[in-house]
């Protein structure tokens, strides 16, 4: 286990809802990564943040946003869902300075 | 643009085994090199990560080389165990710090048989 949780372990939604998805980090940890898995694909970067600021995006439109709380903890916030946004959503957690990084269990999202 | 490329995309082996992966990028700037194993519907677990430095790296029964020339990583795995079986993901960051953004393989599906 890395000690990185993800909520829930799976969801279903309907096209064109909203969806938050959280992470919690191993404790320590003050940065944390998130990517989209797509089925028997390798996951998709899509945005990084470092101490409660972004620091990095991969190419997803805006409708893909996220927040890092001061305790370190993250969401994934997703709007107007498409299909194509049904995928694994994996979260990963790191200490800034060392490469490590440390992934969560992931979040099953389907959307019909 | 950033691309990670793996070979095979498959592999069975028999348990007892040797096997090699391999793992050829074009990211820029080079920063590591790491490579990840996913079991299904799981988190990758890292098994190994290399620096520009570094030319091979050991883990337990996994042993990854990297050759910063011609851009090429090979994962061998020795003596095979059914635990084995597994997504094994090649994943190459850019930058010069730990928050360079990662580039992905889309990883190779090793089954391995008793």
């Known amino acids: 286990e890395t000690g990185v949780t993800q909520s829930p372990t799976h969801l279903i939604k309907t096209r064109g809802q909203q969806v938050t998805l959280r992470c919690s980090s191993q404790?320590?940890?003050?940065?944390v990564s998130w990517y989209q898995q797509a089925l028997g694909q390798g996951p998709q970067f899509i945005f990084q943040y470092y101490r409660e600021e972004e620091n990095g995006r991969g190419n997803f439109p805006p409708r893909f946003s996220g927040l890092q709380f001061p305790n370190y903890s993250s969401e994934l916030n997703v709007n107007a869902l498409e299909l194509d946004d049904s995928a694994l959503y994996l979260c990963?957690?790191?200490?800034?300075?060392?490469?490590?990084?440390?992934f969560g269990p992931g979040t099953r999202l389907t959307v019909t | 643009k950033n691309q990670v490329e793996q070979s095979p995309q498959s592999l069975i082996i028999l348990e007892g085994k040797n096997c090699t992966l391999q793992?050829?990028?074009?990211?820029?700037?080079?920063?590591?090199l790491r490579w990840y194993k996913q079991d299904t519907g799981r988190g990758p677990v890292s098994l190994t990560i290399m620096t520009f430095s570094e030319n091979t790296k050991s883990n337990g029964r996994y042993t990854a080389t990297l050759d910063a020339d011609t851009k090429q990583s090979s994962l061998h795995i020795t003596a095979s165990q059914l635990s084995d079986s597994a997504s094994y993901i090649c994943?190459?960051?850019?930058?010069?710090?730990?928050?360079?953004?990662?580039?992905f393989g889309q990883g190779t599906i090793l089954t391995v048989h008793p």
């Open positions: 404790s320590g940890h003050n940065t």
């Open positions: 990963a957690s790191g200490r800034g300075g060392s490469y490590e990084q440390y």
């Open positions: 994943v190459v960051s850019a930058g010069g710090t730990s928050y360079g953004k990662l580039t």
């Open positions: 793992c050829n990028y074009t990211v820029s700037p080079f920063s590591n």
